[in-house]
């Protein structure tokens, strides 16, 4: 099961907004926009987050 098939609707509009797509067609966003939406108040604390999930 993937992820965006556990979202509610209100979680899968939120991440639709925030989506990009290059010219090229490629989607992309923006890591500043997905900590507001997860409610990060701070983003010192959401790059932590990301820190601590790239060394997995």
Do not use: P
């Amino acid at each position: 099961m993937n992820v965006m098939s556990k979202l509610n609707a209100r979680e899968y509009r939120v991440s639709e907004q925030m989506k990009r797509c290059s010219a090229e067609g490629m989607e992309y966003g923006f890591a500043r926009e997905l900590a507001t939406a997860l409610g990060y108040a701070k983003w010192e604390n959401f790059a932590r987050v990301i820190d601590r999930a790239m060394l997995v």
